[in-house]
Structures are given as C-alpha cells and as structure tokens.
C-alpha cells in the first residue's frame, strides 16, 4: 500500500479514536477497541520486515503516522509507538536471534500480536541510566528462571510478549540481559497499578514475574554493564522519534481545538476573540513551536536513514540529531498546549474539555529516553570529547 494510503486510513482511525479518548481518560481503562481496529486495519505489522509478511515502512512515514493518530488518542499512539519501534530498530541492528525475531514478527503480521519491552523497575528507575535490575534470571537445569517486578509497562493488558530486562549473575561478573516472555508463561502476573495523570489508557501497569521458567533458548542477548547495547543507536532512532511523533500529535490536537475556538468564541457584545492581538499572536506562536517540531523530526528521520553517507555526518551525527529532536520537541510541545490552553482561556479547565487532557498527555514524553540531561550530555560529549 502506498504512503498515502496509509496515511489516510490513519485519519480515519484517528476521528475514531477521538471518540472514546476522554471516556478511556476519565475511567483509566485500556483501549482494546482501538487495537482491534489498528489489527483489522493491518498497522500492527507497519514496521516488520516485508519477508515476515510485513509493510516494513520507513522511519519518515511512521513519525508521519504516529503524529496523526495521536491527535485521536495520544495513549494508543504511544503504545503502537512501543510495539512498532521493537520491529524498526530489530530491522536494522539484528540483536535478536532471527528464530525470535521472525517468531514476533510472524505473529504481528498474522495475528495482531502485540510486544513490548518491560524494563524499568521502581529501584532502578530508567534503565538508561545504566544501572543493574533487580530483576534477576538464575541458570537450572531446566532452564532461566526469572523472578523481579517491572514498572510502566505500557499495553500491558493486551501484550502477547515482554521483552524482560534482567541480570545474570555469573561467578564475578554480572550482564544485563533481555528475554522473550510470553503471557503464557506461568508465573508472568499484571498488577493493575497504573493511575497516572497523563496518558491514563496506556494501561502501564507493572508486571509480577514470579519465578518464571523459560527454555535457555529465549535470552535474546546480554552484555556487561558499560558495554555498549547492540540495540542503542537504531533503538534511540525508532523510539525517541517514535515519541517526539506522538507528543506532536497530542499538541497538534490542542492546537486545532484552540483555532476552532478562536474561530467562534464571541463574549457577549463583544468581538470574536480571534480578533485580539494577543490571541493571534499566541496561535501564530503554537503553528511556528508544531512546525518547528515537525521539521526536526523529518530532519532527524532522514539523517537516520541515510546515516551511512558522509554528507550526513557533516554538521551533526544523525543520533545527535535524533537526541536533540526528542527533547526540543517535548519542550516545543508542552509550551504549545500551555499557549492553546491560554487562547481558550478559564474554560480550557473544565473536564468537559478535550484540551486539558492534551495538557496532561503531552507531559508524558519528558520521561521517556532520551531525558533531557543525557540528550544535552550526548551532544555535548561529541562536540568537546571528540
Ligand atoms: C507514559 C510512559 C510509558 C512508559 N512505558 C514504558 C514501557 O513500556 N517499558 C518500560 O520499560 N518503561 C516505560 N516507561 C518508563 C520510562 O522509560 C522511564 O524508565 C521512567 O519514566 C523513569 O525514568 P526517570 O528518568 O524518571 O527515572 P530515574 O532514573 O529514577 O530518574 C529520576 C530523575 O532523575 C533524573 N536523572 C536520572 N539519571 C540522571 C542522569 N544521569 N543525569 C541527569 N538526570 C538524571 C531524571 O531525569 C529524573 O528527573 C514509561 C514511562 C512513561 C512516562
């Protein structure tokens, strides 16, 4: 199917969306209509491989529909983003062995199957940071077995399999490792925990792994802390822009909302608002923060996917690019719902309102990797260290 294509079915999906989004908001509760009808529709396996049956489309056209159907439902966006992103960079740095990779991939394409990797832990907060889990997976004869507790692990009402991060403990030295878990697997159990403010029906909740037993064939790779993670450049390029996609769409639906406002809001004898300087210059401010925002994102998509040509590298590297994208476009989007909210004024409060779900979601970004710091400390690392 052509770009276009899937561009206009997203449209579709996305008024869709928007039509429980405050319901899911309001009551917490997961969207599982919303990934039936993402199954039906065939976007579950946008970004597998064409040998896996799947559309394998570009970075640049999944930031593209990811903006969109955020503006219908940021959290279902955000989730699709988790599942897509594992297929977009698996695609590119073949981290896993190919048996489990074409496994995951086979069963998005055919059965709308949906992965995530569940890897943060209360102790250890982002796993960016480096750090050990606690989460531990022990050697037996039988095979790993895995006991630990995970935080944020978003879609996890719906997910078929976890992507786990644990540690090993070998003689003097410890890895970090990933497996591939099942729902099935016994021992695997979701505490219902997720009660956020902002993207409420991601259905982030934590999950229990209480001695959970797998075949040793599931460890899908390990390295020793400090070691570089195979995954980490194709990984930060499919997910950081994955979410800056996501938060833009969240901030582009509070930018429609406020023009449509603008456009009508007349106070009694008075004019219509659209007509008060300040008012136009706050919706001329949001259109500049979006497009600003959009850009670098495209910018960054492209550097991507052309990173292997010098001409690339030439001014910045594209995983800088990517970074520095990530974290201007969170920042962009935030102060661009904060402007619409101020265009619409005391009535932006009201739970009644769409927009200020959109001020809450659009928060959820700053704590996704790159965080801010470490995007700032990359960047500065490869202008004064190099
Ligand atoms: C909506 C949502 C969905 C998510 N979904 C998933 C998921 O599906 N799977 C998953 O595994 N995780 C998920 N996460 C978790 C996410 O990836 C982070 O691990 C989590 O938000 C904790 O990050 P943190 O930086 O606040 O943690 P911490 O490491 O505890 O950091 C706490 C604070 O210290 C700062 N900090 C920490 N280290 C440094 C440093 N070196 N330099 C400067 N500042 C530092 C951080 O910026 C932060 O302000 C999700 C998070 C959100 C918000």
Same mark, same amino acid.
């Given at each position: 199917m052509a770009n276009e294509d899937w561009i206009r079915k997203a449209q579709t999906l996305a008024i869709q969306f928007d039509g429980n989004a405050a319901k899911h908001d309001r009551e917490g509760t997961f969207p599982f209509e919303n990934f039936e009808a993402l199954k039906e529709q065939g976007f579950l396996s946008l970004t597998v491989p064409k040998i896996y049956g799947g559309h394998e489309i570009s970075l640049l056209t999944y930031v593209r529909i990811l903006e969109i159907l955020a503006t219908g439902d940021g959290a279902t966006a955000l989730?699709? @983003?988790?599942?897509?992103?594992?297929?977009?960079?698996?695609?590119?740095?073949?981290?896993?062995?190919?048996?489990?990779?074409?496994?995951?991939?086979?069963?998005?394409?055919?059965?709308?199957?949906?992965?995530? @990797?569940?890897?943060?832990?209360?102790?250890?907060?982002?796993?960016a940071g480096g750090g050990l889990p606690n989460t531990v997976a022990i050697s037996t004869p039988q095979g790993w077995r895995i006991s630990g507790k995970k935080t944020f692990t978003t879609m996890a009402p719906l997910l078929s399999y976890f992507i786990v991060l644990a540690r090993i403990d070998e003689e003097n030295d410890s890895y970090l490792a990933n497996f591939l878990l099942t729902r099935e697997d016994k021992g695997l159990?979701?505490?219902? @925990?997720?009660?956020?403010?902002?993207?409420?029906?991601?259905?982030?909740?934590?999950?229990?792994?209480q001695d959970v037993l797998i075949p040793r064939?599931?460890?899908?790779?390990?390295?020793?802390?400090?070691?570089?993670?195979?995954?980490?450049?194709?990984?930060?390029?499919?997910?950081?822009?994955?979410?800056?996609?996501? @938060?833009?769409?969240?901030?582009?639906?509070?930018?429609?909302?406020?023009?449509?406002?603008?456009?009508?809001?007349?106070?009694?004898?008075?004019?219509?608002?659209?007509?008060?300087?300040?008012?136009?210059?706050?919706?001329?401010?949001?259109?500049?923060?979006?497009?600003?925002?959009?850009?670098?994102?495209?910018?960054?998509?492209?550097?991507?996917?052309?990173?292997?040509?010098?001409?690339?590298?030439?001014?910045?590297?594209?995983?800088?690019?990517?970074?520095i994208t990530k974290i201007d476009t969170i920042n962009n989007c935030i102060e661009a719902v904060d402007l619409a909210m101020r265009v619409v004024g005391g009535v932006s409060l009201q739970k009644s309102r769409p927009?200020?779900?959109?001020?809450?979601?659009?928060?959820?970004?700053?704590?996704?990797?790159?965080?801010?710091?470490?995007?700032?400390?990359?960047?500065?690392?490869?202008?004064?260290?190099s």
């Open positions: 989730g699709l @983003t988790m599942h897509l992103k594992i297929f977009g960079s698996e695609r590119e740095a073949k981290s896993y062995p190919e048996k489990w990779f074409e496994k995951i991939s086979l069963q998005a394409t055919n059965e709308g199957s949906l992965v995530n @990797t569940a890897a943060t832990e209360e102790g250890l907060g982002s796993p159990m979701m505490e219902e @925990t997720w009660n956020s403010l902002g993207m409420r029906a991601s259905g982030s909740h934590d999950i229990v792994l064939e599931r460890l899908l790779n390990k390295r020793r802390p400090g070691e570089l993670d195979k995954r980490s450049g194709s990984g930060s390029a499919w997910f950081a822009l994955g979410v800056a996609a996501t @938060t833009l769409g969240v901030a582009q639906a509070a930018r429609n909302y406020a023009v449509e406002f603008a456009r009508e809001r007349t106070p009694n004898d008075q004019k219509t608002i659209k007509q008060f300087s300040g008012i136009r210059n706050r919706i001329a401010r949001i259109d500049l923060l979006l497009h600003r925002s959009r850009t670098l994102i495209n910018d960054a998509a492209e550097s991507w996917e052309h990173r292997d040509q010098a001409r690339e590298k030439e001014i910045m590297q594209p995983i800088n690019k990517v970074a927009i200020e779900r959109y001020y809450r979601d659009v928060r959820a970004g700053l704590h996704n990797p790159p965080i801010e710091d470490r995007a700032l400390e990359q960047l500065a690392r490869s202008v004064l260290d």
